[in-house]
């Protein structure tokens, strides 16, 4: 009864590599998250998807690509990874209204170590 | 640019020593103010919604308000399961603002028994 799944928990790659991080909802949301949480725990979005619609791209690296097959899913693609990207990446999703602001329901996160 | 400032970096009390974690914003229309808790290895885990100033809400030992400029956590009574890391994040009106949340840097609360 997983509401916000990511997969997978731990990746563990080389420099230079591409690797790919899954999500997926169950809760009925139109909205879902990409955000990364660096080492000193600080939570910054990274994309917004509504619908299938890119939202919101908060100055990424083009090395990154969000994909979003469905409104269940939205799938985070990384080229070329670098040292500085080791993080842990957070899916997250919301049904976004006008009214009342809705919280988001964040996964259990994908930490990434690039070595 | 919406703006959320946590403090104190960090809070060690001692079981039953009441105390709060103070979250000061700045953000163009607020839509909302959020409380989380994150426990180590995984993600946050939604506590309350505060949309207007003089607005309180509780649950258990925890109880969080709302001024036109920060927002306190406060905590009664802690008991050591209260150990987390509490997140305070803002929702603005500018365009766009309403499909995210801007995030501060957390409190890390440790109770010890």
């Known amino acids: 009864d997983t509401a916000v799944s990511q997969t997978p928990k731990y990746l563990v790659t080389q420099m230079g590599n591409d690797k790919s991080i899954k999500c997926e909802q169950n809760l009925g949301h139109d909205t879902m998250y990409w955000y990364k949480q660096d080492s000193k725990k600080f939570l910054k979005i990274m994309f917004s998807?509504?619908?299938?619609?890119?939202?919101i791209n908060e100055t990424v690296p083009n090395r990154f690509s969000p994909k979003s097959p469905d409104k269940a899913h939205l799938n985070l693609h990384i080229n070329s990874l670098e040292l500085g990207d080791s993080a842990v990446y957070f899916c997250?999703?919301?049904?976004?209204?006008?009214?009342?602001?809705?919280?988001?329901?964040f996964g259990n996160g994908t930490r990434l170590t690039v070595t | 640019e919406d703006q959320v400032t946590q403090s104190p970096e960090a809070l060690r009390l001692q079981e039953g020593e009441s105390s709060s974690l103070n979250c000061s914003y700045t953000?163009?229309?607020?839509?909302?103010l959020f409380w989380y808790r994150q426990d180590p290895g995984k993600g946050p885990e939604f506590l309350f919604t505060l949309y207007s100033a003089g607005e309180e809400k509780e649950k258990e030992r925890l109880k969080a308000t709302l001024t036109k400029k920060e927002s306190f956590l406060h905590i009664t009574a802690p008991k050591p399961e209260d150990s987390a890391t509490y997140l305070c994040a803002v929702q603005g009106e500018r365009g766009g603002s309403n499909y995210k949340l801007t995030f501060g840097k957390g409190t890390l609360l440790t109770v010890n028994p």
């Open positions: 997250a999703s919301s049904q976004v209204l006008d009214w009342p602001p809705s919280p988001l329901h």
């Open positions: 998807y509504n619908n299938k619609e890119l939202i």
């Open positions: 953000v163009s229309g607020l839509r909302g």
